[in-house]
Every structure is written in structure tokens, then in C-alpha cells.
């Protein structure tokens, strides 16, 4: 039998279109009655050919059904033989899915999701994943683990590069772009790829950013803050789910019940499949949940793991069926979920990926636009004292471009890029000199081997270089390996010996520029004072070069906002905006120095409030901060109504107004916080933002719409409420903004009035 068994819809198309796929149900339920057990089992493992060719290493599994999707096989000729063994040559000709780590653009490489989430654009993030489907799915690819949606509050953890920051509601709202821009209008379109929302769940609240540690995170923390962005994704038609490695309140995530069966299937009602991660089965056993791989495959499977990735524990799943330990409707129900996602993405009809070259270029000339908008708009202006940005070309005569990371064209590309191509990267160096010509002197003097070197050697030709030019800009930070997956710090200071360059090219007397590339943020506090202006680059993919060198220039003015809060001291981790208040919160009067505390001061003098008595208690760069070359004020805040009901409505609006001189974007946020509840709330919380652009001059109201189910949180009860009564509502260029006003929310009883 093949799939051609399979009835075709007369159009040859399948999709989602609305219908979430249910119209593939009799197709699936007829292949269903087909499958043996073996050949089900096989749907719900993922191989891998990391051992050799994949033909060779998958070609007699795929026959026999042994495996129904791969993973790391981007060769458009082997994915077109691996899927032609598995519809020509196994017994039911199902196709199959072909997984990559497509996470921040292939090819081309755009700004790591961190730095994407600075643009606080949804538009620019869905385009740049809609450049990187189309590019990927050009080579066969058709599904990708992204995007990552843990709540990332560590920025020792490595993989808050992955991520889209430390904010719910920020990370929700792009991460639904991503899901749009990788699995477009329609699944089955050639170019779309089905997405997956990863770790579920917790993973980013690893215990001290070490990753792969245990999580410990309360139910209600879980609800309110970490579990909204994967509803979010779901509710956008996101196709797959993948689990977390950590455990989580003493249950790891990959055989959690309560996660993968009550959350996710009882009370979301989600019909895509949850793939484990890498080895996250044959791990239970490590975790010292499970004796072995049989009870670890009866655990994940139990718990609602549809598929297996990369081990093959799955193995033991038909003896587990047939000794009675698990029900065949358990393995049915996991081998629908992943069928309708193959029939929505349309390979029954089509499995096969056709050479597009032609297209390939197109897109190529496309996806450089995208990556260049959207680095321009992630980097932030952190500081830029005496307005040193941007620079007048016509003032100055010679810059000195100094530091390890100036001309790092792979460096810049940061983590996860198995496919991106350095070759295509423009590194900052090659920016500037493509920009200014011969009008500007540059003198490039690298002064470090790596971001990590510790030889200092070279600092005196750098500093001669800083003398001779009118401003020195320093490019530096971490080198690409330095974060992402297992690659946690203790230490998030610069590496090597950064900061003494910085002191070194200090002397100049020269002014002095920093450009910091980086995969999460990084204790600057020792630098901070010897720069005038930091430009924080995060990693910014193929395009860096070109994007720095026009906000360097001025061409563009920076418009990106800290999607995580950087701390000034790696102690004050865990650190970030939307904390609770506690009962003694500290204030202005919170400030010691500790030098200054005298020898034997009383126990209570310096005052009882929550702060570290060595460091300031506020951050060194709030959430949503971020400078601009331009002035933005924000004056007239309203609220279009004093009240609100339950189920209402009202609208805040702002005057925003560009008195500056230039044209550029603001990102303007709005805040909430519920001052009184049944249980504590979070000091502020983004509730929206809107990125709007303003020529010098011109003012426009910005307003944002507010339902009252915006004010909900998951109460005591365990379930979702909204209290009555008074609410805050701020509205600014950061989290720290104090324009403020406040509404109430009437009860039912007080609307009837
Ligand atoms: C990572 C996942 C990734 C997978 C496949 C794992 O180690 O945690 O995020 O998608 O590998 O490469």
C-alpha cells in the first residue's frame, strides 16, 4: 500500500485554515486501522543520522516504519531520497517530518530572538521568520524547534539568547509572530514550516542559570508567568510542543502529568503533538525518576509525549502495550496528533522539496533587507552622555575602531546557526568603511585575539591608535560560543581583559564609544563610567555590520528597548521589573556604601528594607529602557473612562511628541499594576506597546485599548479572576516611567448601579 491510498482533496491542498485540520480526521482514523502497532510506535520517533549518511544510518528504519520524522538532515537531494524511502518504499507510504533548529534565521542570520525581542516590533520578528521558513524550507526542513518562549529571568543561563526576554506579555505577543511568520497563512504552502513552541515547561527558571538544573517555581507562578506564552502560541495554531529537560517541582518535565495532560490537553484542549527533547526520555532515568528506558518511555508516554527525539526508548512501547501497561488509545491518540500535522503541512500530496534556485535568490535579497531592519532596531542605546552619538561625519576626521569584536563577521552571529553562513555576515568594520569611504580615517586596531584573551601586548598600539583619532569605538563583548545551550556563566562581567582596554583607551582622553555584542545581557558596571555612549549590539546576525554603522552614523537613530532588566552585580540576580513589592521595599533611602558603614553601627541603622547593603537596589538598565538621538515627551495620559466593567473597556491614551531634531521610532509601553488583590501583584506589568515613528515636530495620541480580562491574574482558586477595585496604569519610554493615572474596575453589582 502507499499513500496514494489516501483520498486527495480535489484541489491538492490541505492546511489549517481555521479548521485546526479536522477535516484530515478520516484520512488519519482509515491509516489508523492500517498501522500495526510497530508502525505506530514508529510515528512517534524522531531520527537522527548524526553516525553517518542518513540514507545509510535512517534507509532501513524508514522502510520498515521504524521512524516517521529526522531531525538535522538539511541537504535538499537527501531529504528528497529519505522522504521518497519512507512514501515509495515503506508499507503505507507515510512521509515525513524533517526537523532543524531553525531559530534565528538559516542562512541568513538575523539578530538572536534576545535581540529581536529589543525591536518590540511583531511585524519585524514575523518577517524574520518568514525569511528564515522560506529559506529552510527551500532545503526540505519542514518543521523547526522554535520559538523558545521560556521566561528568562538569568542572564548567566545561556540560552536567554534563545529567548524573547524576561517578560510575559512580550514574549507572548512575538512569539506569536514567530509562529505566524514560520507556518504562514497556510501550513501546506511550499514554503512554510510547522513551528514548536519550546521548553515546556520552566526551563529558563533553571537555579542559578546553570542549565539543565532543577526548577522550582510555585503553580502560581507557573500560571501567571511562565505558562501564558505557550496558551498564547497555541491559540495562534502553533503545530507542536516541546518539553523541558529540567524537572519541576520534583517532576521533570518530560513526564509530567500535570503539564502535558491537565494544562495542555484538559484545559487548553490543544490538538497539535509534544515532542520530548533531546534524550529528555532515556534522562528521566538520570533524573532518578525511572529505574531504565522502559520505564522511562512508560513515563514520558504516560504523561502525553507524542514523539521521541533523537534516543529510542519508544522502543519499549509496544511490549509496554501489550503486557497492558499502556493502552494502544494512548498511542493512538499520539500518532493522530502527529499524522494531522503532516497532512497539514500538505506532504501526503507533496513530500518532496523541489529545486528552487531561482526562488532562493529572491529570497536571499529579501531576508538581508530583514536582517538589517531588524538588527537596526534591536540594539539599544544604553547611555550617550554629551549626545557623542551619533557621529558627525562632517566633524570628524578619523575614528580609531578598536576590540575584539570589530570585525568578527562569525562571531556576530551568535548562537544556534548551524546554518548561517559567515560568509554572508558584514562585520561592523566592513559596515563603517562601506559607509563613510574614504571620507573618514579608520584606524582598525582588533587589540585582542578573542573576546576572552587575557594578553594585553597590544594595548599600547590601540591606544596610540585612540590618541591619533578623534573617538575611538570599542567593539566588544562575547564571542558567540560564550552563550546558548550549556553555555551558562558565573561571571557575566566582559571576559578577558576588556574592561583594562577600556581603561587603557580611556587615556586617550579622546571620547570613547562602546558597541557591545553580546547573547545576553552583561554586568557593565565596571566599564560603564570610562565610555560616554554604550550601544548594546546583542548578537546581531548577518547584517550587524551594516545596521551599527548606520546607527553609528546616524543614518538611523537606535530605537531598541531592553527586553531584560541588566543588573549591576551578578548578586542581584534574580533581578527584573515585574517583582512583587514585599512588605519592606526599598526606596531612595536604601542606599549605603559599604565603606562608609561605621564600625559597629547599630544593628538597625541603616534602615530595614529589601536591598543588598554593596550595590544600589534599583538595576543598572531598567526593562524597556533604551535612548533615542531624538527627544521624546509624553504628556496628556488618560483614560477614555474613570470605570470599567467587568467585561468592558476603556482606552488609554498618550500625547507623544518628537521635540528633538531628527525622525525616528519610539517604542511607547504601557504598564499596569493591581495595588490591592488576594494575592500580591507584581509592582508593574507590560500590558502593550506600540512601536510609532514621528518626523521632528509632530505629535500623535497613542492610545491603547484595555479589556478588563487584561487585568486577570490566576488566583487562589486556581483559576483565572479579576478583582474589583482600583488600578494603576503608567504609560512611557520604560518601565521605569512615573506618568501615571489610575481606574477603577466595578464590580458586577456596582455597573448595575
Ligand atoms: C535543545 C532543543 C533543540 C534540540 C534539537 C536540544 O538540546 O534543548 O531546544 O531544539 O536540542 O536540536
Not at 284 to 299: I, S
Not at 416 to 421: L, M, T, V
Amino acid at each position: 500500500m502507499s499513500s496514494n491510498l489516501i483520498e486527495k482533496k480535489p484541489d491538492g491542498r490541505e492546511g489549517r485554515d481555521g479548521d485546526r485540520g479536522h477535516h484530515h480526521d478520516q484520512r488519519i482514523a482509515s491509516l489508523l486501522e492500517q498501522m500495526s502497532l510497530e508502525e505506530k510506535i514508529g510515528q512517534m520517533m524522531l531520527g537522527q543520522p548524526d553516525e553517518g549518511p542518513a540514507p545509510e544510518v535512517l534507509g532501513d528504519l524508514l522502510r520498515n516504519g521504524g521512524i516517521g520524522s529526522v531531525i538535522n538532515v538539511i541537504d535538499r537531494d537527501t531529504v528528497n531520497e529519505l522522504q521518497r524511502i519512507a512514501v515509495e518504499e515503506s508499507r503505507l507510504g507515510i512521509p515525513l517530518l524533517v526537523g532543524r533548529d531553525v531559530i534565528h534565521g538559516f542562512q541568513t542570520v538575523m539578530p538572536i530572538p534576545l535581540g529581536q525581542a529589543a525591536s518590540f516590533n511583531p511585524d519585524i520578528v514575523r518577517d524574520a521568520a518568514r525569511a528564515a521558513a522560506e529559506e529552510a524550507s527551500a532545503t526540505g526542513v519542514n518543521w523547526t524547534y522554535a520559538p523558545m518562549v521560556d521566561i528568562s529571568r538569568d542572564p548567566r543561563w545561556g540560552r536567554i539568547a534563545e529567548s524573547l526576554g524576561e517578560d510575559p506579555f512580550l514574549t507572548a505577543e512575538l512569539a506569536v509572530a514567530m509562529v505566524e511568520g514560520f507556518q504562514g497563512k497556510n501550513l501546506a504552502a511550499p514554503d512554510a514550516i510547522a513551528a514548536c513552541a519550546k521548553h515546556f515547561a520552566g526551563y529558563g527558571a533553571s537555579e542559578s542559570g546553570r542549565d539543565y538544573a532543577t526548577t522550582n517555581i510555585p503553580e502560581n507562578e507557573l500560571r501567571n508567568v511562565y505558562l501564558p506564552p505557550f496558551k498564547s502560541c497555541i491559540d495562534a495554531g502553533v503545530a507542536s510542543l516541546m518539553t523541558s529537560f529540567s524537572d519541576i517541582d520534583g517532576l521533570p518535565a518530560t513526564a509530567n502529568g500535570f503539564l502535558l495532560k491537565q494544562v495542555l490537553r484538559e484545559e487548553w484542549d490543544y490538538e497539535g503533538f509534544v515532542v520530548s527533547d533531546w534524550a529528555s526520555i532515556p534522562e528521566l532515568t538520570t533524573h532518578g525518576l525511572t529505574a531504565d528506558d522502559r520505564g522511562a518511555a512508560l513515563a514520558a508516554a504516560a504523561a502525553g509525549v507524542d514523539m521521541e527525539m533523537a534516543t529510542d526508548t519508544y522502543r519499549h512501547l509496544a511490549d509496554l502495550v501489550n503486557s497492558g501497561k499502556l493502552s494502544v488509545e494512548a498511542i493512538d491518540a499520539a500518532v493522530t496528533r502527529i499524522l494531522r500535522i503532516k497532512f497539514q503541512l500538505g506532504l501526503f500530496d507533496q513530500p518532496y522539496t523541489d529545486a528552487r534556485d531561482e526562488r532562493a535568490k529572491d529570497v536571499r535579497g529579501r531576508a538581508f533587507e530583514i536582517a538589517r531592519k531588524a538588527a537596526t532596531q534591536s540594539m539599544v542605546l544604553l547611555k550617550n552622555d554629551d549626545e557623542v552619538l551619533p557621529l558627525d561625519s562632517e566633524r570628524i576626521a578619523s575614528v580609531a575602531v578598536i576590540g575584539p569584536l570589530a570585525d568578527a563577521p562569525y562571531e556576530q552571529l551568535g548562537t544556534w546557526i548551524f546554518d548561517g553562513d559567515p560568509d554572508l555576515s558584514v562585520s561592523a568594520v566592513q559596515g563603517i568603511r562601506a559607509l563613510v569611504g574614504d571620507s573618514i580615517q579608520i584606524r582598525h586596531v582588533p587589540a585582542m585575539e578573542t573576546s576572552r584573551s587575557r594578553d594585553t601586548s597590544a594595548f599600547d598600539s590601540a591606544l596610540a591608535a585612540a590618541r591619533e583619532s578623534d573617538i575611538s569605538i570599542l567593539f566588544l563583548g562575547e564571542e558567540s560560543i560564550l552563550s546558548g545551550e550549556a553555555h551558562s556563566r558565573a561571571d557575566i562581567d566582559l571576559p578577558g581583559a576588556q574592561a583594562e582596554l577600556v581603561r587603557r583607551i580611556r587615556q586617550a582622553g579622546k571620547p570613547v564609544v562602546a558597541v557591545i555584542l553580546a547573547g545576553r545581557p552583561l554586568t557593565l558596571s565596571n566599564i560603564v563610567d570610562d565610555v560616554d555612549a554604550i550601544l548594546y549590539a546583542w548578537h546581531p546576525g548577518s547584517m550587524g555590520g551594516p545596521a551599527i554603522a548606520d546607527l553609528l552614523f546616524g543614518i538611523e537613530s537606535p530605537s531598541g528597548k531592553l527586553p531584560v532588566t541588566f543588573p549591576r552585580v551578578v548578586g542581584q540576580i534574580p533581578i527584573y521589573y515585574n517583582q512583587k513589592r514585599g512588605g519592606k521595599p526599598p526606596g531612595p533611602d536604601s542606599i549605603v556604601h559599604i565603606d562608609d558603614i561605621p564600625v559597629r553601627a547599630p544593628q538597625t541603622s541603616l534602615g530595614m528594607t529589601a536591598f543588598h547593603l554593596d550595590t544600589h537596589y534599583t538595576p543598572l538598565f531598567a526593562f524597556g529602557h533604551g535612548l533615542s538621538y531624538t527627544r521624546f515627551e509624553y504628556d496628556n495620559l488618560r483614560t477614555s473612562a474613570a470605570t470599567i466593567p467587568i467585561g468592558g473597556s476603556l482606552t488609554v491614551s498618550v500625547d507623544l511628541k518628537n521635540t528633538g531634531r531628527i525622525a525616528a521610532d519610539e517604542v511607547v509601553q504601557l504598564y499596569l499594576c493591581d495595588p490591592v488583590a488576594s494575592l500580591t501583584r507584581p509592582v508593574r506589568e507590560l500590558k502593550g506597546f506600540k512601536r510609532v515613528h514621528l518626523e521632528p515636530g509632530q505629535m500623535q495620541t497613542v492610545a491603547f485599548d484595555l479589556h478588563s480580562d487584561m487585568l486577570k491574574f490566576w488566583g487562589r482558586n486556581n483559576e483565572w479572576i479579576v478583582e474589583p477595585g482600583l488600578f494603576q496604569v503608567w504609560v512611557g519610554g520604560s518601565s521605569e516611567t512615573s506618568l501615571g493615572t489610575e481606574f477603577q474596575l466595578l464590580s458586577d453589582r456596582e455597573s448595575d448601579d
